[in-house]
């Protein structure tokens, strides 16, 4: 992973998991959404199940800079509502 690289955390139907390769940091969040919802569709993210008809266009993409706890840059796409209901 290079120094503009993150990783993606997903949150969706209740299911967690990370996107299996690093994406630009700087990307759009409609461009982490889409990323992410292909991923979904194509059942290639770890821990979330397969869904055809993913969409994240309600989603919050949050970004975190590289720190002492997590020596990386992350990017988390969640539901706007806890616990991905």
Do not use: C, W
Not at 1 to 21: F, H, I, Q, S, W
Not at 40 to 49: L, N, Q
């Amino acid at each position: 992973m290079n120094d503009n690289e993150a990783r993606v955390n997903v949150t969706y139907a209740g299911a967690n998991g990370d996107l299996p390769d690093p994406v630009d940091f700087d990307a759009t969040d409609g461009d982490v959404r889409a990323m992410v919802s292909e991923a979904i569709r194509s059942g290639s993210i770890p821990g979330i199940p397969h869904r055809q008809d993913a969409t994240l266009e309600d989603f919050v993409v949050d970004r975190f800079r590289a720190n002492e706890q997590r020596p990386y840059p992350a990017i988390f796409v969640r539901p706007k509502t806890p616990f991905g209901g």
